[in-house]
């Protein structure tokens, strides 16, 4: 994304909100929103200067609130609805806005109403999940499933919570050690 100032963030906001067929991708106005936000002190003055409600500034900036996975999609524009990204942001839970987002990119339709009902059927069974999951993954991701019991996944959360990252950020970094340790051990017992 190109570096921002007032008058780059004016010119794409100016440049796409009101056309139908915009030319840049929802996280870029989002991002154009936020810089205006911060350097006008509220969203308020955003929307008077450019001539939208407070509330459509507000959807814009729910785009970066996201998970680092539908921000992608929205990125490529696999994503590229407002309405879309409110009802994804609607799911409390971020594993199942990752499942909605990715089930909804991958569907033919691009109707908010088909997005509605994948949230409502977002509802999947634990296996249906991990499938739809695996089978969305990009190329070159690997991904793992691991199942916790309640005790050890509220225990992540919260440490997770603590240090200010996301749980599967947390896992993955427990991991790197673990074998980082394990490799360690090995080395010496090689040397002994």
């Known amino acids: 994304m190109r570096t921002l100032d007032e008058n780059t963030a004016l010119a794409i906001l100016f440049s796409n909100i009101r056309r139908k067929k915009r030319n840049t991708d929802l996280i870029t106005i989002a991002r154009a929103c936020k810089y205006l936000t911060d350097l ?103 991904i793992f499933v691991v199942d916790f019991d309640e005790d050890i996944y509220q225990a992540i959360t919260r440490q997770a919570k603590a240090m200010k990252i996301r749980p599967p950020e947390l896992v993955r970094e427990i991991v790197k050690d673990w074998l980082r340790r394990k490799t360690t051990i090995h080395k010496e017992r090689k040397l002994q």
């Open 40 to 142: 006008y002190g509220s969203q308020k003055a955003v929307a008077e200067k450019i001539g939208l409600s407070t509330e459509m500034i507000r959807e814009f900036l729910t785009t970066l609130k996201l998970p680092v996975e539908i921000k992608k999609l929205i990125s490529e524009r696999k994503i590229d609805s407002v309405d879309v990204v409110r009802e994804i942001s609607a799911i409390r839970e971020p594993s199942k806005q990752i499942i909605a987002a990715h089930a909804f990119a991958n569907s033919p339709s691009k109707d908010v109403r088909d997005i509605k009902r994948l949230i409502k059927d977002a509802n999947f069974s634990i296996e249906d999940a991990k499938k739809t999951v695996l089978n969305a993954k990009p190329k070159g991701l690997h």
